[in-house]
C-alpha cells in the first residue's frame, strides 16, 4: 500500500519546468499589419462556417413569430398610453 507523505514537490503556479524566457507574440508578432489582418478575416470565415444556419421554413417560422410579438406589444402599449391619456384628461379637464 502506497503512503501519502507531505514532500511532495508540487510547481509552482505560472512558474515552468525548464528556465526559458517566455514567447513574445508567437506567430502573430512576426507577421506585418497586412499579415495580421489577414489572419483576422480567415479566422472570421473559420467561425462563420461553423455556425448553423436556419432553414428557410425555420426562417419563416422566426420572423412571423417576431411580427406577431410586434404587433400584440404595438396594441398593448396603444391601449395602456390611450387609458392614461383618458385618466388625465378625466383628472385634469
Known amino acids: 500500500m502506497a503512503e501519502i507523505t507531505d514532500t511532495a514537490e508540487v510547481p509552482e503556479p505560472g512558474g515552468s519546468s525548464d528556465d526559458r524566457k517566455p514567447r513574445r507574440g508567437g506567430k502573430r508578432g512576426k507577421k506585418g ?3 495580421r489582418l489577414g489572419l483576422f478575416y480567415r479566422q472570421i ?12 421554413q425555420q426562417l419563416t417560422t422566426y420572423t412571423i413569430v417576431v411580427i406577431i410579438f410586434v404587433l400584440v406589444m404595438i396594441g398593448f402599449i396603444f391601449v395602456i398610453d390611450f387609458g392614461f391619456s383618458e385618466a388625465v384628461k378625466f383628472v385634469f379637464g
Open 33 to 35: 499589419p497586412l499579415g
Open 45 to 56: 470565415v473559420a467561425e462563420l462556417r461553423k455556425v448553423v444556419w436556419p432553414t428557410r
